[in-house]
């Protein structure tokens, strides 16, 4: 059962903030933020380990909550680079599963 | 900085025939996997390999296919007797450790296969 996000798609214009959410079902030993855009391979953002883990990177941020299986990537003052289709993942043993996906776009 | 590589960026084959996909991971890197994308949709896991062996597989990683590491760089998904739906982007990825000891995976630019 593949973690669900939300929201399935989002337009920002340009400095706006965005947050996309990722639900497992299944407990994950970590959760992974990826941004895939038109034709390209997935790139990684960022992993987090830990329960109540918190990373960032430049403008884009992440937190896990490991009870709830909850993850959230916050994205700060969008910039159009930002625009692609962001996946959350995490492995159970050895099988990965991506999350549904969420397009963004970020409009001047 | 080191990649993994995929070949051929793009195969056309005709329904029924065999195809090998080719995927060069991370020379360090110890866990191996296929990707396949439909286009538009998720990303959908097929198989991880460890140790010149199948760690886990999907549903979709049925008899159909096969993944084989046949000299210390190569990894290679075959794909028998293909039918339209296998049209997709297939990524090879390569992570240094997997399971509880997560490490992000470094992905292949992906191999298009279109099956005519």
């Known amino acids: 059962q593949q973690p669900v996000q939300s929201p399935q798609a989002v337009i920002l214009r340009e400095g706006e903030d965005a947050v996309i959410n990722c639900s497992s079902s299944k407990a994950l030993y970590s959760v992974h933020w990826y941004r895939q855009k038109h034709g390209e391979a997935p790139v990684f953002l960022m992993i987090l380990l830990k329960g109540g883990e918190q990373k960032g990177h430049d403008k884009i941020s992440a937190s896990f909550n490991e009870k709830k299986q909850q993850s959230s990537l916050y994205l700060t003052a969008s910039q159009l680079s930002y625009s692609g289709t962001y996946f959350c993942?995490?492995?159970?043993?050895?099988?990965?599963?991506f999350g549904t996906g969420t397009s963004l776009t970020v409009i001047p | 900085e080191p990649e993994v590589t995929q070949t051929p960026s793009h195969q056309v084959t005709q329904m029924g025939q065999e195809v090998i996909l080719r995927c060069v991971p991370i020379s360090n890197h110890l866990y191996f996997y296929w990707y396949r994308q439909i286009l538009g949709q998720k990303v959908e896991f097929l198989v991880s390999f460890y140790n010149n062996e199948i760690s886990e597989k999907s549903e979709i990683f049925d008899d159909q296919f096969s993944v084989e590491r046949p000299d210390g760089s190569n990894f290679t998904l075959k794909i028998r007797s293909t039918k339209l739906e296998d049209s997709a982007m297939y990524f090879c990825a390569s992570s240094l450790y997997s399971g509880e000891h997560s490490y992000e995976q470094y992905f292949g630019p992906g191999t298009r296969l279109t099956v005519t």
């Open positions: 993942g995490g492995n159970t043993g050895n099988q990965f599963y």
